[in-house]
């Protein structure tokens, strides 16, 4: 058992929480519940925190091998990044001019759109990313007549049957693929973008609900940008996270994973494996913060309802190919700052689905004179048999597509490269996903003292996961001090250490 560096030279609050899973999720549960004045125990089954969050190096430079940034229209992340001390790294993109490599050219990403379905057909119209006959099905809705959503409905149908395929093979899927790695046909349109679907079922047409969507957005005065990052990287996030857990008195053990949840009399008893011995840790309560395999696991015998609906969550797999380049090997027009860099849609049949110019993107990844940073993606839910080639292949063939898309010579090979494979790292959201985690929630809900959270339930971008973990912590703190009254003290209990 690795046990973190923890200050110990402060009163130990009343009630013991146990956080089962060092995600972002996780550390933002413990984070709340401390500043509620609980003691906290943080387990990690794996060597280091943040899950999908995490950065390195790479040719002496910071780099993101992980989420790289955070949707700014949203307060939870940018709060949390505040209250751990990097508010002044906060940053926006350096340029935020992404394109679309589609039908063999790279194109302008269309302004005036709401996860890829338009509002407004003029910027579409030229960018050239749809045929004159893709443009004049998408420009016919007004024809159509209001179509009936139901309590759910899968994003890429209903925009196809509204807009025609075309705006979800080469705008829908690119945009979504970005977030979830997954299908569009599939995905659900209410769990994904709950926005939209509400836009969709107020108004005769999904162009008027796009546009009264923008309009909104302007009325609340959402002009900025859309997203932040951090200099030095998003993965330093959960570290601060972290650090400012063990200053109010966490108890981080990494190397830890819980093995078993047990209801007593008084609580919860987690048995954990640890390396060499066990223990079993008792709590007042306990917050599971881990994908859905682990989670089922630990729920099945307590909360087998919950188990089986978690265990029918699929996940997609992908790798992100990050690269140093020497800036005197691009071709012109990559290192100038113009462009954030490019999406790719399924459709086209590449092998790359993105590719992120990190150099350009942010201030803090561009400061080096001669080297350039950029990464590529590759994998989604149903297309993941690229994943099974070797690291250099996947270099080789990313460096194959950059040659397709912007023109880099055959010849040139980075000066460093690693290769991050995120296997089953995206849950996804089909068509009735909001109910599954309904009928799980209410499942735990029946256990007094536990809750769940993470991108599982309410979204998976890192905003979503944050807030994820409020509603998690806000639950069990209400378990702890029902009614407004005091929480009853606890006595840790340890074996086999």
């Known amino acids: 058992m690795h046990e973190a560096d923890t200050r110990t030279d402060r009163p130990a609050p009343a009630g013991h929480v146990v956080v089962i899973g060092g995600g972002i999720a996780g550390l933002a549960a413990a984070h709340r519940l401390l500043a509620e004045g609980l003691r906290v125990t943080l387990l990690e089954a794996g060597p280091r925190l943040g899950g999908k969050l995490r950065s390195g190096e790479l040719a002496g430079l910071r780099v993101d091998l992980g989420a790289e940034s955070v949707l700014a229209r949203r307060p939870e992340a940018l709060e949390l990044a505040r209250a751990v ?28 759109h709401v996860m890829g379905v338009p509002g407004d057909l003029g910027p579409l119209a030229a960018s050239g990313v749809l045929s004159a006959e893709g443009l004049a099905r998408a420009g016919a809705e007004h024809a159509l007549a209001p179509q009936e959503i139901g309590e759910d409905v899968a994003l890429g149908e209903y925009v196809a049957a509204r807009l025609g395929h075309e705006v979800v093979d080469r705008l829908v899927e690119p945009l979504l693929g970005g977030v979830y790695a997954g299908n569009a046909y599939r995905i659900s349109m209410r769990a994904a973008v709950p926005q939209l679907f509400e836009a969709a079922r107020s108004h005769a047409s999904l162009g008027e609900g796009v546009r009264e969507l923008q309009a909104r957005a302007a009325r609340a005065g959402q002009t900025g940008p859309v997203f932040s990052g951090i ?22 053990l990494l190397d830890t994973p819980a093995r078993e949840l047990t209801r007593t009399a008084t609580g919860w008893r987690v048995a954990v494996d640890a390396p060499g011995d066990a223990e079993a840790i008792e ?51 990559i290192a100038d700052g113009g462009a954030s860099g490019f999406l790719v849609p399924p459709v086209d049949g590449r092998t790359i689905k993105a590719s992120t110019f990190s150099s350009n993107k942010w201030a803090w990844a561009g400061t080096d004179p001669d080297l350039f940073l950029l990464r590529t993606s590759v994998g989604r839910h149903g297309d993941e048999g690229d994943l099974k080639r070797s690291d250099g292949e996947l270099v080789e063939v990313s460096l194959t597509d950059l040659g397709a898309a ?20 995206l849950p996804q959201y089909p068509v009735g996903h909001l109910g599954r985690v309904a009928r799980i929630r209410s499942a735990v809900a ?8 993470g991108a599982v339930y309410d979204g998976v971008g890192i905003p979503a996961c944050i807030a994820s973990a ?28």
């Open 283 to 333: 709590a007042d309560a306990v917050v599971v913060a881990v994908q859905a395999g682990p989670a089922a696991r630990l729920l099945d015998r307590i909360a087998p309802t919950a188990a089986t609906e978690l265990r029918g969550v699929e996940y997609a797999s992908m790798a992100l190919v990050t690269m140093a380049l020497r800036r005197s090997d691009l071709p012109a027009g």
């Open 231 to 252: 200099d030095g990287g998003i993965g330093r996030l959960p570290l601060a996270v972290a650090e400012a857990c063990r200053a109010a008195g966490a108890r981080i």
């Open 446 to 453: 029946a256990l007094p003292g536990l809750a769940v959270c």
């Open 470 to 497: 409020g509603k998690a912590a806000d639950v069990v703190i209400a378990t702890l001090a029902p009614a407004g009254a005091p929480l009853a003290p606890t006595t840790d209990q340890h074996t086999g250490q």
């Open 85 to 112: 001390g990097l508010g002044e790294a906060l940053q926006p993109p350096a340029t935020a001019t992404a394109r679309l490599w589609t039908r063999g050219v790279l194109r302008p990403l269309p302004g005036g």
């Open 406 to 425: 912007v023109g880099l010579a055959p010849t040139v090979r980075p000066v460093a490269s690693t290769v991050t494979r995120w296997d089953g790292g």
